[in-house]
């Protein structure tokens, strides 16, 4: 809108310094604060001038009381007497402006200054541990997967992104953590002497972070080939967007209406919490609902081998299931095949296609998928492992492979489990039948890239 | 090591209070103090409205009038024994210093 501005910056709690420094360049440019909120600053057109601003910290506000206290109204007064006057204020900070050339600042005391700030980080201090420590706990699962299980988490777009989240969570909040505490540690010192110190806070390093995360979500929706996903994920980005802003409207219609702070807390979270619910339960029968009638298909698609191909077996006497994840990176389709019930003679296939888009993922791919039965029936004695299932090399001409490994039990059994590989793909395949000359040339024609 | 609190007192401290020996309201401390100290001590609006509190919630002064938002204070008996404190521990400082160099110069 004309004569409006917007914009977000995630400063730190603490950061006086910083969001002082960034109203006052707005000022310059020509915009005064207006009013703050959860989506952001909110601007007005001025004349371009010189203006002083000072944050300070009320931590007893509470966001959702209808209007100021007494005590924030006297504070005001104060402020006003030295020509501060309020632009904004929201959560523990209030924002003041002052349009004289050599104001006195609104805080002449860094001890002051100090415990205020102290009090309010205190308030913040148990969500950003939280967060610090889930992010923590998160993103090492994620950095584990990564070099244990590569497959599963680089041929997953969502996986790539969610882990990515975690680890911006994690690096932000400890990094903020680190910051404020050194800040603080300073300041204590200096305050003794009399003297404030600058803050400096991580907001560069979470406008960043948020940059990763869109990136990584656009990347996921771009990327991700799973059947089904872009009709679970883009109402559920809508849907979580609208509730912040419904919940958000309902919390400054409350305050508009003079609502006690307690019932408008106990409102909004209440209505967050219902159409949460609401919400994700209606989209999850919306799916179940249409894939039961049909209407879309988590299918991925009809597997390149079926058992029909290998055996005289009719193809309606078949049932298949098959998962497919693909990103930039990797892409991994699985596929079991099996006979129905009503056969006399079970048989079973099932084999997993692993393409790998990018050469020098090629050997992390493959080392996974070598050691991935290690754990089957391991003989232990005093916790020590006495003998591994395991692949060994195998002759990959019946299969017109490149290479070619089978897998035997710790008995030192052949079994009809094999790694095969051409150019940039990797199959996995797992076979009820002892396959014949014949059929691992067929199985190889249906499986090696086209 | 940390000293207890009002055991001294800082530069601001001393001369709100030093207002606040005759009734006079919160808000024209602010004007008060750079008058009295020829604009060598200047108090933030903030850190007034902080002590005054500070000193309310350690009955170090009390609350003589209210016109609307207009709180006028004075200083209690607690409150002038605390400033005529550090008005003695000024004074010794102010002593040491004159015997000292005192002594330097005439030996």
Known sequence: MKGQKHDFIPFSLYDRTGMAAHLEKRAAQGWLLDRVTAFGWYYRKMEPKKVHFA?????????????????????????????????????????????????????????IELAQIGKAMRRALPFSLFFMLLGLYMGCSWLWTLFHRPINLLSSAGSLFTGLCWLVLFVFFTADLATYFTWRRRAVQAARRGEFVPTRGCHRLMQTGVLLMLLGLAYWLLADRTPGLRLFLIPFVAVTALLYVVTNRTKELLKRQKAPAMLNITITWALSLILSFLIMGSITYSLIQGIRSGAFSLDSGSPPLILSDLAPIPAEDCEANSSVANSALVSRARFWIRTTSTMGDYSALSYTVVDVHLPWLYDICLNQLLHEKDDLDVFEEDGEPVSHYGYRMADPAPWGAEEAWQLYSPEGRALEDYILHWGNRLVVLESSMELTQEQMALTGEHLEPS | MPRLKFQTLTEQMYYILLCLSRECCGIDIMDQVPAMTGGRVRVGSGTLYNLLEQFLQAEMIRETRAEGRRRSYILTPKGRRVLEGEYHRLCTQAEDYRRILEEEVSP
């Open chain 1, 55 to 111: 944050v300070t910290y009320y931590p007893k506000n509470s966001e959702y009381a209808p209007e100021p206290s007494e005590q924030q109204l006297t504070f005001r007064d104060f402020c006003a007497h030295s020509g501060w006057n309020l632009a904004a204020a929201f959560g523990p900070h209030q924002f003041y402006y002052n349009l004289k050339e050599d104001p006195v600042p609104i805080q002449t005391d860094p001890q």
